[in-house]
């Protein structure tokens, strides 16, 4: 007993920067009082004194917020940050060094009975708000993102974000510097998430902006070749060839109605002399 209570508050310092010491752990952490308090539960649960587990449960969600069914299987070194309104029903089974944070429901999705609760596979970490819903299985070492909604398995070391929930890929290391000069020229940064966790819509803006780019090089390639026709045969007749790079928004506007601007300049112009003859 005493060896799991050192691994549980070790794996506190593992995964919370501001936990300081074995006592501030032992007395202050509420989700190291509801994995005790669940241990108990479920062990009374598993000898048949099913309403006493019960009521042991509804003491660790009184105290901590955190409610376990009784009937919950968990590993070795589960850590729940914060824990407040984290839900964990009664065929849930979670496996070692899983990490749960707030606001997480690992709920079921009938009313039938039976296996209707998720599994979690060992170091399995779900982030803040996240449901896990359905007899659906989370594989080894996957990642689920804050606010996620997860109603089909996830492969072993796999992302998964958004509403419903929906893989993401690594990042591969590549060169971007194209990429940050179109975005640049046009007004706005693609790059909304980081590269640990890139975001679906900002890889889909990365295509485009890369599919731009091979269009730019195109373009520049076929003026080139335009303005090598005119050195070799000057008889040919041939526009002047403007730059390709691509212009922001606004400037090109002012290019094509230069007009406009200069109206709006002499505006109030026309107006005073509108009131000095009447």
């Not at 989700?31 to 019960?54: F, M, Q, T, Y």
């Not at 510097?177 to 706005?188: C, L």
């Not at 300049?265 to 009447?278: F, H």
Request: proline share 5%; net charge negative; with cysteine.
């Amino acid at each position: 007993m005493f060896s799991r209570l050192r691994e549980d508050v070790s794996c506190v310092f593992d995964r919370d920067p501001a936990a300081r010491n074995a006592f501030e752990v032992i007395t202050t952490y509420p989700g190291l009082h509801a994995i005790l308090l669940h241990r108990l539960a479920h062990w009374l649960w598993n000898s048949g004194l099913r309403w006493l587990a019960r009521f042991v449960s509804m003491l660790a969600r009184w105290l901590t917020g955190i409610e376990i069914h009784p009937g919950a299987v968990i590993g070795r070194r589960f850590f729940i940050d914060h824990g407040m309104g984290v839900v964990i029903g009664e065929t849930a089974v979670i496996g070692d060094d899983c990490t749960l944070y707030h606001g997480v429901t690992l709920g079921g999705t009938s009313w039938q009975k039976g296996k209707r609760h998720p599994t979690l596979a060992d170091d399995v970490v779900v982030g803040a708000g996240a449901k896990v819903l359905g007899p659906i299985e989370i594989g080894r070492g996957a990642r689920i993102g804050s606010n996620a909604v997860v109603v089909k398995s996830v492969p072993e070391n796999t992302t998964v974000v958004g509403v419903p929930g929906r893989l993401i890929e690594k990042a591969t290391v590549r060169d971007d510097r194209h990429r940050v000069k179109i975005a640049r020229k046009m007004g706005f940064d693609a790059y909304g998430a980081t590269a640990d966790a890139p975001d679906p819509v900002a890889h889909a803006i990365n295509c485009m902006l890369d599919h731009m780019h091979v269009l730019d090089q195109r373009m520049q390639s076929m003026c080139e070749t335009l303005r090598r026709v005119a050195r070799e045969h000057p008889q040919i007749e041939l526009p002047e060839m403007e730059s390709c790079e691509i212009a922001s928004t606004a400037d090109e506007l002012l290019r094509i109605h230069p007009d406009e601007d200069e109206g709006a300049e002499t505006e109030p112009g026309a107006g005073k002399d509108v009131d000095s003859n009447t």
